[in-house]
């Protein structure tokens, strides 16, 4: 039996930052308790003050609880292998990021911009030990239709949201994952 | 004169939440230090830690110090009003993503997860009181065009890094934004 933040210890930092960004992982392993409005309040709360261009805050959060009117149709979005440890969620979200402005003209950073809220949502979980995974397994086109999402809005991810299982974690064999090196990712100057 | 946080004190929360979230903004006054590479490690450091889909990390930031070769190029991509206060940023970057796999298959989800990754870098920034600053006024093909950036990857933003200017915030006239109500982001099963 291990904690959430214990599994993280084998991460290697090649330079220093603040722990909180190295002790977020994805658990699959949750409990199936149902999570008081609270606690996802304060997901949404720390999603909610990503920054964005001319502070449009293109991100919109769907959401079911475990056993509401909408929790089989959500569930039934998600492709087989997430079902498994999706059935232990406490809630399930549909990310959507808004394409257009007021005025209707194209606004292209929807996308970036959704990515950031998410990762406040993913950080502010972490720090209070709730399971929150993001899912790009589901069904893109069925989750449009099936929860009315207007043309004007992309279908971004879905994120499980639950209470950890510590009993299950390492019998689930969960990994921790690592991370392309800082010159992987930085280029000086140009390409 | 105001320090970093101190400008972020009249937010208000709707929900409880790590202040984290709530002390980080997008200032304009910086002093024209250039910040040693250690400073730069860090902040790349929390964008490297970022989730994304199989771990596929799409993110990269191309970067320029201020004075290096590169530096006129960069600077030259802004928008005008935009060169007004980034004429005294230690660092401009340019962050892309990458499209595609390694078997050249897209990848719909690179400009959501090089999202997440900005996010990280801007909480770690707010951390240890530096200055970064997301600029979406800046010319894109320019930006492909004099970066050599290929097709495959998408120009997603520039980045203001800098020493934050205690000095000249007020002056500037910095106004800390507010955000939508969690009830305007939030939707409960379907549209």
Known sequence: M?????KTRKRVKEADVN??????WSPRAMTGKVLNDDVLNTLFEAARWAPSSMNNQP?????SKRNDKHW????????EGNKVWCKDASHLIVVVSKKTLENCSEYPSHSFEAGSAWQNLALQASLINVVVHGIGGF????????????????????????????????????????????????????F
């Open 2 to 6: 291990v904690n959430y933040v214990e």
């Open 19 to 24: 722990d909180l960004f190295i002790h977020r």
């Open 59 to 63: 991100w919109r959060f769907l959401v």
């Open 72 to 79: 089989d149709t959500y569930f039934d979005l998600l492709m």
């Open 139 to 190: 069904d893109y086109e069925k989750a449009r239709e099936k929860l009315n999402i207007p043309e004007d809005y992309k279908v971004e991810m879905m994120i499980a949201v639950g209470e950890y299982n510590k009993n299950l974690s390492d019998e689930k064999q969960e990994k921790i994952s690592g991370r392309k090196s800082l010159s992987e990712i930085i280029i000086n100057g140009s």
